[in-house]
C-alpha cells in the first residue's frame, strides 16, 4: 500500500484496488488527451473495478459468518445445568494459564 496526502492534514492508505484502477484509466486515456479533466469537463466514469476470486470467495465467507449465532447456546444450557447441579468445576490453573498465554500473545 501507498500512503496518500489527502491535503488535509490526513494520511491515508492507498489500496492495490486504487492503484490497478488508477493505472487502467491511464492506459484507456486516448493518445494526446490531458491527464487529467480540465475543471470544467464532466467526471469519467466509465473505470470497471473487479475482484479476485480470492476477495470473492472471503465476501461469501464473511456473509456466511454473519448468518451464525453469535451464542452457541447448547454450550451455554450445558454450563447452566452444570451450575444448577453442582457439577459445574472451575480450573483455575487454566484460567491463570491462559490469562499469561493472552498477555504474551498480546505483548509480542
Known amino acids: 500500500m501507498n500512503t496518500v496526502d489527502n491535503n488535509v492534514g490526513m494520511r491515508t492508505q492507498r489500496t492495490e ?3 490497478a484502477t488508477s493505472r487502467s484509466s491511464e492506459l484507456r486515456r486516448p493518445a494526446g488527451s490531458p491527464a487529467s479533466n480540465p475543471p470544467d ?7 470497471a473495478v473487479s475482484i479476485t476470486q480470492t476477495a470473492s ?12 449465532p453469535n451464542i452457541d447456546q447448547e454450550r451455554v444450557d450445558a ?6 447441579d453442582g457439577s459445574f ?6 484460567i491463570a494459564n491462559r490469562l499469561i498465554e493472552s498477555d504474551r500473545e498480546l505483548s509480542a
Open 17 to 19: 484496488v486504487d492503484t
Open 41 to 47: 469537463a464532466a467526471p469519467v466514469r466509465d473505470e
Open 57 to 68: 470467495d472471503l465476501l461469501g465467507l464473511e456473509a456466511e459468518l454473519r448468518a451464525l
Open 79 to 84: 454450563i447452566r445445568q452444570s451450575i444448577e
Open 89 to 94: 468445576e472451575i480450573d483455575v490453573n487454566d
